[in-house]
């Protein structure tokens, strides 16, 4: 008899729990509309890809990748070599990469410590699943190597093994400041780039490669890409802790639960008094939390307005995606791009 | 405070283990001393390319990759490059690439589920160290794609892409045949060849692929690594019961603590009879295992020959991978490589 491998019960990354489980947006919609055939190809190209004959990885990997979701990622993969008036379909099977690395991701992300669990955060699932996520996130890390190697550009493999070695250090990173309120903003944003910012980057830039566009085209999707990443994650930060969120019955304070050092907290800490920064020392620090700490907590980030001005510097992220697009002529496409950003920051209100 | 991330002490593989404690053979010295420069270059290559800002990379990487090892699958790369008659350099960052690959995956191997937890298999230390071991080897493996990308071969990125994917299904493949005794020899070898073989034959591969020789050398190289890695596997998983090791103090017994279903056993399954299979299926499959099981288990090999015949089927792998290297003109890397084989097979006896 075979040992029963349970299926771990993915718990999406928080950066995209919030928006999956909302409608998806009208502007994600009429983006996805934009590269329709596109999209289906990568979908299909998904479908063959991760297959094995090892049943447990297209099991695995099928529900969180089949799953459906909003393929954020791949989509601006489209969009962006739409955009650069690419022609060709290259960026089909790169979008697919790009979703395999993102996937790969989260796979590991689930991966939790005995830490976690005497915190009772992991549920059983996501732990007898622990050895299964790492693996078959390596399988989908390596096919999506593998896909690269089928496109034959050199390029292109550079922008993405480099940007996987960045999120694995952001990651690194994060665990290292992990419950620790002495974390600034700088430390803060440079975790946000690296795990967020740098596969919406090179999401981006691989549409202009393949279109093989000047170098200024290039790094302006480079710079789209990472500021709307880095606008989307802060965001993403800000409704964990968002009344809204809490009026449509979504989960709330999953960041506060797990001791995450997020920008809200970070400038409540910095404004607060001796009083209040004890009390987030014992909550994120310690991890000493009791029935009604939650509640506390957004009473201080109410009185700081630290969630408002968490907001407010992911306007100045998206102001910068928002120009970073002036170069390219007008089209359906960056006027939606445009859009996307206003959406990915209208969504913390 | 930051939070302190202990290092956990990592746990060479198996497969690992009881070469790298034991004094280095004679014969792996004698390789290592024909490939002494190119080695020390890339043992350079490793210390610069482990680097990070973020400290606990090179912390919890050099732990396991610094530490020493002797460093066999890059020695075969440089050794193949050498029998190939390979006078550049490109040997060396693939050499790195090829350590890197290997690390990720003994670090990914680390990672231990809940269910390990309870049968009391992990060390506390291990545990705690489950998220970073994951979060180091993904940027290790990153690293070794961006060597990949520096050296500018797709030949090699092929290569080495395709068997990172295959070691992945067979470390998958492996977790679903966990602690089942009905697993045959060849699903058994089917594993073996994907985890182990996979690489070894990469790392030989990739010699020939540098010093750009005809397809049947390549295929020659492939075909002395894969064998040589199956042989090296099954006889590893022979020393895990070995009675030389018990005599040198070296631990025995930990593939039967853990259920590992390896070919000593899959043997001793088949050829046993009813009550004897009632012993696996409860030490094995249930994990209910008592004081004189071990023995019990190892008294049962030992009445049907498994650990001799297990030998057996490695000394075959063993004869044709030294057929392998006919093709190749004598000179002292193809003797050396010659008795590679059979110190492997012979550190079984």
Known sequence: ???????????????????????????VKRLTALVEGELAEVNKVILVEMQSEVALIPQLAG?????GGKRLRPVL???????????????????????????????????????????????????WGNKASVLVGDFLFSRAFQLMVADGSLKVLKVLSD????????????????????????????VVKAKTAALFSAACQVGAVVAERPTAEEEALISYGTNLGIAFQIVDDVLD???????????????????????????????????ER?????????????????EHAMSLMAKHNTLTDTLERARYYGAVAKDALGLFPESEVKETLADLIDFCIERGH
């Open 77 to 127: 993969t489209l969009a962006a070599a739409k955009l650069c008036g690419y022609t060709g379909s290259r960026q089909v099977g790169l979008a697919a990469c790009v979703e395999f690395i993102h996937t790969a991701t989260l796979l590991h992300d689930d991966v939790v410590d005995e830490s976690d669990l005497r915190r009772g955060i992991a549920t059983a699932n996501a732990v």
């Open 163 to 190: 940007s996987s070695a960045i999120i694995a250090e952001g990651e690194v990173q994060q665990l290292m400041t992990a419950n620790d309120t002495d974390t600034g903003e700088e430390a803060y944003l440079s």
């Open 241 to 275: 802790y968002s009344a809204k969120q809490a009026e449509l019955g979504k989960s709330i304070g999953d960041d506060f639960q797990e001791g995450k050092v997020t920008l809200p907290i970070i400038l409540a800490f910095r404004r607060g008094n001796e009083e």
């Open 278 to 294: 004890s009390f987030w020392r014992r909550t994120i620090e310690e991890l000493d939390q009791k029935d009604g700490d939650l």
């Open 63 to 67: 529900h969180l990748i089949a799953a």
């Open 1 to 27: 008899m075979a040992t029963v491998i349970k299926l771990a019960e993915q718990k999406p990354d928080n950066r995209e729990a919030d928006t999956t489980k909302r409608d998806i947006s009208e502007v």
